[in-house]
């Protein structure tokens, strides 16, 4: 069992920068890789990035490619999200997730959910 807790969201200008960070509990994080989804008002939950178990690995959703950046710390049982250059369309809830093994795309591979943090940005 991961319990998942997503920090850092708030209201950011256009053009700003935002550090999400999700703490994870239990002993084995370090066999799950990691993933970050958001979901606007009225629309489907979209994948973001996802990070390997060892942090070797990573991937992103082309429209993100360049702005954001994962990583993860298995020390401290933590995954980052450094969000750059946002726009006013990045505005959601951001979600981390978390599933053992291989690194993943679809929501639907992931087996432990945070409740989200709402991430605003202003025009």
């Known amino acids: 069992q991961v319990q998942l807790e997503e920090l850092g969201g708030g209201l950011v200008q256009a053009g700003g920068s935002l550090r999400l960070s999700c703490s994870a509990s239990g002993r084995t994080f370090s066999n799950h890789a990691m993933g970050w989804f958001r979901q606007a008002p009225g629309k489907v939950r979209e994948f973001l990035a996802a990070i390997s178990q060892s942090g070797g690995t990573t991937i992103y959703a082309d429209f993100v490619k360049g702005r954001f950046i994962i990583s993860r710390d298995n020390a401290k049982n933590t995954v980052t999200l450094q969000m750059n250059s946002l726009k006013p369309e990045d505005t959601a809830v951001y979600y981390c997730?978390?599933?053992?093994?291989?690194?993943?795309?679809?929501?639907?591979?992931?087996?432990?959910w945070g409740q989200g943090t709402q991430v605003t940005v202003s025009s």
């Open positions: 997730a978390a599933k053992q093994y291989l690194i993943s795309r679809s929501q639907y591979d992931y087996d432990y």
